[in-house]
């Protein structure tokens, strides 16, 4: 790998960034913010190390990007301590109870030690590999002390809070195990990614995601397990807050639909037995019986299976199908009139794209960002007017997006091809044949802000951030700088000063319209524009930098700073 200096752009913005989450985190969090600080200083360590050394991890990473190692350790984090802070000034005022507070701290604390987890894992790599050839290397008696320390520091972190928002003994030991699982989930999680899906994520990228996902598994888990019984589980008090019925459809959808493949490999297994026993007529029908135990299993988990969850977890009163019916035609005409809507804005665009795509020769990274202008179109109004509705309808989109990821890896007939065919005219260098993460990213990019900013908030621009940094600043940097760009900010780089420039100018002036607007509409306005020009600027830079996937990192920055 090639040697890189010790402090890039792209660790300059995250080191501006973790120092603004820093400054702006009160006494009462002091013990999570010594952990956020501790956990910067040991990624940087193994971000410098690993991109300065001959050391190669043992499996394949996204060809062309560095580790991100630094970004994808802080950034899941930095989301919850920003989060964390904003639920503070809400309990300092009795808007939040204990319960909701406590909650956040644990996720907290297991999103730190999913990461941790995680450094642990590639820190034992880099002292097993033969190659390490760098000067303060982790094989030696400092790098040791040093990470030995951080991990050991924030262990006792953990216990001291956890000792603070506990009441018994027992339930302090109980979730620093529930923690400990978490860090141990994740580091296995980690290596399964990366071995299941050779060069399609970086390392910061695959963290960002393993961390990710095994806090909503194990939230999963953990509230399934607080149901069956609260006593032994000391998960009562923090999984105790109000869960709505919106965000446990998306949940036991979407973990479901992820763990689905599982299930159809272990059936596909018995079907292609049956099918290679002699049989001429099984042969014959082989695609056919492995698309009609696709529809039919995949039926069966959305319809029986999920819902079961759904509804021990929450006492639905009714099947949470007929409670989503019941949910959009509770206002028919206003949900009614914006599924139209955005079923045309879809067809259209996806109409005129896709014939552009193989008959122009315009860019792709050009076409590739009509689709967020397209996605500003179609989710401002909605997030202005009908945000509970919007979350609802993000959950479908990404179910959808699962179902047909799934139909186009597995080849299912008679769809598989012809999706993966379709996909193809829109994928860029990120992509790759085995998984297409373009769309995924855009879609939880402009939603996670959304899902994150329910309950309560008190910054109005917060649910936007993926709408603005991605819907209006990525791509007035995109389109500018290819255009008009002449500024490099690196030799090797592509992007320019010009673009940068014009994101950061786009994303103040749509803040500048957006606010008053949301004064019409009855928001109470608390936004400071000193952290908002922080936000966008930090935002804007990382956008220049990084070679990670931005629209993953670019909107959970620019949430956390707005949550300040």
Not at 70 to 81: D, E, Q, S, W, Y
Not at 349 to 364: D, G, H, P
């Amino acid at each position: 790998m090639a040697s890189q200096s010790l402090c890039n752009g792209e660790r300059a913005v995250v080191l501006l960034f973790i120092s603004a989450i820093l400054f702006s985190t009160p006494s009462s969090l002091f013990s999570q913010a010594l952990v956020l600080f501790l956990l910067a200083i040991a990624a940087l360590f193994l971000d410098i190390r690993l991109d300065n050394s001959n050391f190669s991890v043992p499996f394949k990473t996204r060809p062309g990007a560095s580790s991100g190692i630094f970004l994808g350790a802080v950034t899941l984090p930095a989301v919850m301590i920003s989060r964390l802070i904003q639920l503070s000034r809400a309990f300092s005022l009795h808007e939040v109870g204990i319960k909701e507070l406590g909650y956040l701290k644990v996720q907290y604390w297991a999103t730190s030690a999913s990461c941790f987890g995680v450094l642990i894992f590639i820190f034992l790599l880099m002292r097993r590999s033969p190659n390490n050839s760098c000067s303060f290397s982790s094989n030696s008696p400092q790098g040791l002390k040093f990470s030995s320390s951080c991990v050991v520091s924030c262990a006792v972190l953990c216990c001291v809070s956890f000792a603070i928002i506990s009441y018994y003994g027992l339930h302090t030991v109980l979730l620093l195990l529930w923690v400990l699982f978490h860090g141990v989930a994740a580091a296995k999680l980690i290596q399964h990614v990366h071995n299941t899906f050779p060069s399609c994520a970086s390392i910061g990228e695959a963290l960002l995601v393993t961390s990710g996902l095994v806090l909503y598994f194990g939230d999963m888990l953990g509230c399934t397990i607080a149901k069956i019984d609260g006593y032994w589980i000391p998960l009562d008090l923090q999984y105790g807050a109000k869960r709505s019925e919106i965000s446990t459809i998306i949940q036991g959808v979407v973990l479901g639909l992820l763990l689905f493949p599982i299930f159809f490999k272990f059936l596909l297994q018995i079907w292609e037995h049956i099918a290679s026993s002699g049989h001429s007529e099984a042969r014959a029908c082989n695609e056919i019986g492995k698309s009609l135990i696709f529809h039919t299993s995949l039926a069966f988990i959305l319809i029986v299976i999920i819902p079961s969850w759904m509804q021990f977890v929450l006492d639905f009163h009714m099947h949470p199908l007929l409670w989503i019916f019941k949910f959009v035609f509770s206002e028919p005409l206003k949900r009614l009139s914006l599924c139209i809507y955005w079923v045309g804005v879809i067809y259209a665009s996806i109409l005129r794209f896709y014939n552009i795509s193989k008959n122009s020769k315009v860019e792709r990274i050009l076409l590739r960002k009509y689709y967020h202008l397209m996605a500003v179109s179609m989710f401002l109004p909605a997030v202005i007017f009908q945000p509970k509705f919007l979350d609802l309808a993000f959950g479908a989109a990404l179910a959808a997006f699962l179902t047909l990821e799934i139909i186009r890896v597995w080849r299912i007939w008679p769809l598989g091809q012809l999706v993966h065919q379709f996909m193809n005219a829109f994928t860029d260098h990120r992509d790759s044949n085995l998984l297409v993460v373009s769309h995924f990213s855009l879609l939880l990019g402009c939603a996670l802000p959304i899902w994150m900013s329910s309950g309560y908030n008190d910054r109005p621009l917060a649910p936007f951030a993926g709408i603005l940094s991605l819907g209006i600043g990525d791509t007035m940097a995109s389109m500018v700088g290819h255009k008009y760009g002449v500024l490099r900010w690196s030799k090797t780089g592509k992007k320019t000063i010009e673009g940068t420039a014009a994101g950061i100018t786009s994303v103040l002036v749509a803040c500048s319209i957006l606010l008053p607007l949301l004064a019409s509409t009855g928001y109470i306005l608390t936004q400071h524009w000193v952290s908002l020009l922080l936000a966008v600027t930090a935002s804007g830079l990382l956008e220049a930098y990084t070679a990670q996937l931005d629209n993953a990192f670019i909107p959970l920055i620019f949430y956390s700073l707005l949550c300040l």
